[in-house]
């Protein structure tokens, strides 16, 4: 069964702090590596995706991966209260466009 | 927006009663996948579409079908609704021309209450 693990949190930092989320997975075979972000009773939105080793960065967002070692991060500089959400991983299974997500993780920014 | 919909957005029903989920999409894009949502679980994929009227199973597709008989829409249908349906349902969409194949773009849900 391949897997992709995320802490369940929640994760609790103060505002303009940086938040650390991190992801393993089993499968490796994975060539794509993304970020969704998810508000409560909301549907996941893209964040970001990620297919090299090393550093991908979007504005506050940074994506690390690292495939020797089966993770992917994600940072987020100067958290803001509205960054409250949970974050998922989805890796892609095998060579196939088929995506498992992880079960998320819960971040709370305190204003 | 990658311009999906979801049809209904809420349903109760009742357990033994078949249940038929719509997701429409407006940018022709060639996959389409069918997902439930539940506390603890996360994401887990029911089937998915690779093009008209070319499907396969997910990870949890006991109970489900489905249906793709032209691009823009692929229909679920619980065959006889159980109150382990009870779920929030997602489409999601890829494929499209000029973004990447594997880049998943999700609807606004279904939540299905099974009674």
């Known amino acids: 069964q391949k897997e992709v693990e995320q802490n369940s949190g929640p994760l609790s930092v103060p505002e303009g702090a940086i938040a650390s989320l991190n992801c393993t997975y089993s499968?490796?075979?994975?060539?794509?590596f993304f970020w969704y972000r998810q508000y409560s009773g909301k549907s996941p939105e893209l964040i970001m995706s990620?297919?090299?080793?090393g550093d991908k960065e979007d504005g506050r967002f940074t994506a690390q991966l690292n495939k020797a070692s089966q993770y992917v991060s994600l940072l987020i500089r100067d958290s803001q209260p509205s960054d409250s959400a949970t974050y998922l991983c989805?890796?892609?299974?095998?060579?196939?466009?088929?995506?498992?997500f992880g079960s998320g993780t819960r971040l709370l920014v305190r204003p | 927006d990658a311009g999906i919909t979801q049809s209904p957005r809420h349903k109760v029903t009742e357990t033994g009663t078949p249940v038929t989920l719509r997701c429409h999409q407006t940018?022709?894009?060639?996959?389409m996948y069918w997902y439930r949502q539940d506390p603890g679980h996360g994401l887990r994929l029911i089937h998915y579409?690779?093009?008209?009227?070319?499907?396969d199973k997910g990870e949890v597709s006991d109970g489900y079908s489905v249906s793709r008989s032209k691009t823009e829409d692929f229909l679920l249908t619980l065959e006889s609704a159980t109150s382990s349906q009870t779920s929030v349902y997602f489409c999601?969409?890829?494929?499209?021309?000029?973004?990447?194949?594997?880049?998943?773009?999700f609807g606004p849900g279904t939540r299905l209450t099974v009674l």
């Open positions: 999601a969409i890829s494929g499209f021309s000029g973004r990447a194949l594997d880049t998943q773009y």
């Open positions: 499968d490796r075979g994975s060539q794509s």
């Open positions: 990620i297919y090299s080793n």
């Open positions: 989805a890796v892609n299974e095998g060579s196939s466009y088929k995506l498992i």
């Open positions: 940018e022709n894009h060639r996959y």
């Open positions: 579409s690779y093009g008209v009227k070319d499907t």
